[in-house]
């Protein structure tokens, strides 16, 4: 059996919607995880932020405009009076709990609530929508399997256990239909698994039924080799291992939600992405395998801070980066970069919540200078340090750019280079010119 994960837009609209009911119904017996519909989930955090600051007019009128696009989506999808009955009773509900949220106290919890509905009405809409057409779909519903434990990390054991005791319930089932996003916490109330999370939810599922395959059905055919919304002529890339794509969807490509990749690596399930518009294009395979002595992708994940540290204490000292680490530590923000040297070292992070109380607590160690508004430029592939000339090839495309940091030799799969964000599409395009045009 297969996961096949549609995203967003893949079912944002009536037409769309009939696309992937084409496509999952001529592809056997798998289970079918499903975002919101493109643009939802957004209203949604929009209509609780109304409540959230008590404008309930602001709120009702939000919810009163989505509410009008479902029922114009159905209107266009269901041909069939009974059926189209049982989808709006379903869709009016979702909206009538929401508008119960105007009246009351509004806080964290029920904006959760407020946010599950988004899946919920998309998988009743498919769910139907199959059913109309002669299937036998069965609903496998988020809410009664898939938990986190205490530390907010998903309880794997309850997962597969509950999972499999729904396969078992409808085992004669054509199809299933999920929820991606959405489910409980370890106190059983409604919770999600973070925003773009649904690809996580398809990569659980996998992981707890075995799946053959993970697919992420998106809107572009795969994984490119660089961001084409600053590098023209990018290209899907055919192969990725585990730990490239994590790279990546780490550092920046917007495809694949990082936590997607590590359930799916532990337990060695393929994933691929495929693109809803384009259904036959072979989109990117992500294994434990992959071709090597090759750069596949480059990726730029924004809004980073730089942060030096330089101490003349540091000469000869041990101790010193164990007290710089555990500052950043204590206010919980973790380091993307880091570049030591004899007097110094320079780290990265991308959130500046805490950037004052760290900036004081670093100062009791060295002489500490900030550099904002920077972007880690991500260089992918096979870069095993044995392997020659590939650094130099990265680090030969950026000559004549400004470059803040450096790393390489984490992993044999990335080198990163700070930058400035002015110089940010500048440095995209040499590297495609120099690593993949040539
Ligand atoms: N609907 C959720 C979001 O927009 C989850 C997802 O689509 O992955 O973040
Ligand atoms: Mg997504």
Request: charged share 25%; hydrophobic share 40%.
């Given at each position: 059996?297969?996961?096949?994960?549609f995203?967003?837009?893949?079912?944002?609209?009536?037409?769309q919607?009939?696309?992937v009911?084409?496509?999952?119904?001529?592809?056997?017996?798998?289970?079918?995880?499903?975002?919101?519909?493109?643009?939802?989930?957004?209203?949604?955090?929009?209509i609780?932020?109304y409540l959230?600051?008590?404008?309930?007019?602001?709120?009702?009128?939000?919810?009163?405009?989505?509410?009008?696009k479902?029922?114009?989506?159905?209107?266009?999808?269901?041909?069939?009076?009974?059926?189209?009955?049982?989808v709006?009773?379903e869709?009016?509900?979702c909206f009538?709990y929401?508008?119960?949220?105007?009246?009351?106290?509004?806080t964290l919890f029920?904006?959760?609530e407020?946010?599950?509905?988004?899946?919920?009405m998309?998988?009743?809409?498919?769910?139907?929508?199959?059913?109309?057409?002669?299937?036998?779909s069965?609903?496998?519903?988020?809410?009664?399997?898939?938990r986190?434990d205490?530390?907010?990390?998903?309880?794997?054991?309850?997962?597969?256990?509950?999972?499999?005791?729904?396969?078992?319930?409808?085992?004669?089932?054509?199809?299933y239909i999920?929820?991606?996003?959405?489910c409980?916490?370890a106190?059983?109330?409604i919770?999600?698994?973070?925003?773009?999370g649904?690809?996580?939810?398809?990569?659980?599922?996998g992981?707890?039924?075995?799946?053959?395959?993970?697919?992420?059905?998106?809107?572009?055919?795969?994984?490119?080799?660089?961001?084409?919304?600053?590098?023209?002529?990018t290209?899907?890339?055919?192969?990725?291992h585990?730990?490239?794509?994590?790279?990546?969807?780490?550092?920046?490509?917007?495809?694949?939600?990082?936590?997607?990749?590590?359930?799916?690596?532990?337990?060695n399930?393929?994933?691929?992405?495929?693109?809803t518009?384009?259904?036959?294009a072979?989109?990117t395979?992500?294994?434990?395998?992959?071709?090597?002595?090759?750069?596949?992708?480059v990726?730029?994940?924004?809004?980073?801070?730089?942060?030096?540290?330089?101490?003349?204490?540091?000469?000869?000292?041990?101790?010193?980066?164990?007290?710089?680490f555990?500052?950043f530590?204590?206010?919980?923000?973790?380091?993307?970069?880091?570049?030591t040297?004899?007097?110094?070292v320079?780290?990265?992070?991308?959130?500046?919540?805490?950037?004052?109380?760290?900036?004081?607590?670093?100062?009791?160690?060295?002489?500490?200078?900030v550099?904002?508004?920077?972007?880690?430029?991500?260089?992918?592939g096979?870069?095993?340090?044995?392997?020659?000339?590939?650094?130099?090839?990265?680090?030969d495309?950026?000559?004549?750019i400004?470059?803040?940091?450096?790393?390489?030799?984490?992993?044999?799969?990335?080198?990163?280079?700070?930058?400035k964000?002015?110089?940010k599409?500048?440095?995209?395009?040499?590297?495609?010119?120099?690593?993949?045009n040539?």
């Amino acid at each position: 059996m297969k996961v096949m994960k549609f995203g967003g837009t893949s079912v944002g609209s009536a037409e769309q919607i009939k696309e992937v009911a084409h496509l999952v119904t001529s592809r056997g017996k798998n289970i079918v995880v499903l975002s919101a519909m493109s643009g939802t989930t957004n209203t949604l955090v929009e209509i609780s932020d109304y409540l959230y600051k008590k404008n309930i007019d602001g709120a009702k009128e939000t919810i009163n405009s989505l509410e009008k696009k479902y029922f114009i989506t159905i209107d266009k999808l269901f041909t069939d009076e009974k059926y189209k009955e049982e989808v709006l009773a379903e869709v009016k509900a979702c909206f009538n709990y929401i508008r119960s949220f105007t009246k009351d106290l509004f806080t964290l919890f029920e904006e959760k609530e407020i946010l599950a509905q988004g899946e919920l009405m998309s998988t009743a809409m498919m769910n139907i929508y199959l059913r109309s057409l002669g299937f036998k779909s069965a609903m496998l519903p988020a809410l009664d399997y898939v938990r986190t434990d205490k530390n907010s990390e998903p309880d794997t054991q309850y997962i597969k256990q509950k999972l499999q005791a729904l396969l078992d319930k409808y085992a004669d089932a054509d199809i299933y239909i999920t929820q991606g996003y959405i489910c409980r916490n370890a106190y059983g109330e409604i919770d999600n698994l973070q925003r773009g999370g649904s690809d996580y939810s398809a990569s659980l599922i996998g992981a707890a039924i075995n799946a053959e395959e993970i697919e992420i059905w998106t809107d572009i055919d795969g994984m490119h080799n660089n961001d084409p919304r600053f590098v023209d002529n990018t290209k899907a890339v055919d192969t990725l291992h585990f730990e490239e794509a994590a790279e990546l969807a780490y550092f920046g490509a917007k495809i694949l939600h990082p936590t997607c990749i590590l359930p799916a690596k532990l337990n060695n399930i393929p994933v691929r992405l495929l693109n809803t518009m384009k259904p036959d294009a072979k989109g990117t395979l992500i294994y434990n395998s992959t071709a090597s002595r090759k750069i596949k992708a480059v990726a730029a994940k924004d809004n980073i801070i730089a942060i030096k540290i330089k101490s003349g204490r540091m000469l000869l000292a041990y101790g010193f980066l164990r007290k710089v680490f555990e500052i950043f530590e204590t206010y919980k923000t973790p380091i993307d970069m880091i570049a030591t040297s004899e007097v110094g070292v320079s780290v990265s992070i991308d959130n500046e919540k805490n950037l004052d109380n760290i900036l004081d607590d670093l100062k009791k160690f060295g002489t500490v200078t900030v550099d904002k508004d920077m972007v880690i430029i991500c260089v992918v592939g096979d870069l095993e340090w044995q392997n020659c000339g590939f650094e130099s090839a990265a680090l030969d495309a950026l000559k004549d750019i400004p470059v803040r940091m450096i790393s390489y030799g984490g992993s044999n799969y990335n080198i990163s280079f700070l930058v400035k964000k002015e110089d940010k599409v500048k440095a995209l395009n040499l590297l495609s010119d120099n690593l993949f045009n040539k």
